[in-house]
């Protein structure tokens, strides 16, 4: 099992950055990929970004050119520095792992707001 703990939203205006943090601990050993999603109100939650084994990412459009994730493999945390930020990327930001035996893992999320 893992456990997830998001940190780093918050209240930005447009054009501002935010950088987004993911504690894993458990079993993080195991872990195949790490992803962010989000979800805005009254939408459905999408992917935003992925990293996978040693490093492969993956990125929505949306984030592509604007947003980064990392991985830290000895802090057992992932990143997302989100730059340039507009007003529809505004929602609630969750972190997802998933494990060798294709379990999956979300945190509770974490709030980014943008203002225009």
């Known amino acids: 099992q893992v456990h997830l703990v998001e940190s780093g939203g918050g209240l930005v205006q447009t054009g501002g950055s935010l950088r987004l943090s993911c504690a894993a601990s458990?079993?993080?050993?195991?872990?195949?990929?790490f992803t962010w999603f989000r979800q805005a109100t009254g939408k459905q939650r999408e992917l935003v970004a992925s990293?996978?084994?040693?490093?492969?990412?993956n990125y929505a459009d949306s984030a592509k050119g604007r947003f980064t994730i990392s991985r830290d493999s000895a802090e057992n945390t992932v990143s997302l520095q989100m730059n340039n930020l507009k007003p529809e990327d505004t929602a609630v930001y969750y972190c997802?792992?998933?494990?060798?035996?294709?379990?999956?893992?979300w945190g509770p999320g974490t709030q980014v707001t943008v203002s225009s």
């Open positions: 997802n792992v998933i494990l060798s035996n294709t379990n999956s893992y």
């Open positions: 458990g079993s993080v050993a195991s872990v195949r990929a």
């Open positions: 990293i996978i084994g040693d490093g492969i990412t």
